[in-house]
């Protein structure tokens, strides 16, 4: 596999610039993040679901509700 320069580097990033548009590269990042946040945790073993976060939430909402 070839090594990427600098200069590589930033015509892969002006190509995606010219194919994505600005608004919408922060957004791609967010999703490769999140991607790759994901990835991690399943193969270390760590389980973040969305339902438990809710389920969280929603169980320090009521705590806060009877007080």
Do not use: C, W
Not at 35 to 61: N, Y
Request: hydrophobic share 35%; proline share 4%.
């Amino acid at each position: 596999m070839p090594n990427l320069g600098f200069s590589e580097l930033m015509i892969i990033l002006v190509v995606a610039l010219l194919i994505f548009g600005p608004k919408s590269i922060p957004q791609i990042g967010k999703s490769i993040g999140n991607g790759i946040r994901e990835f991690k945790d399943a193969m270390s073993g760590k389980k973040h679901d969305d339902e438990d976060r809710k389920a969280e939430a929603e169980s320090e909402t009521y705590k806060i509700d009877e007080k």
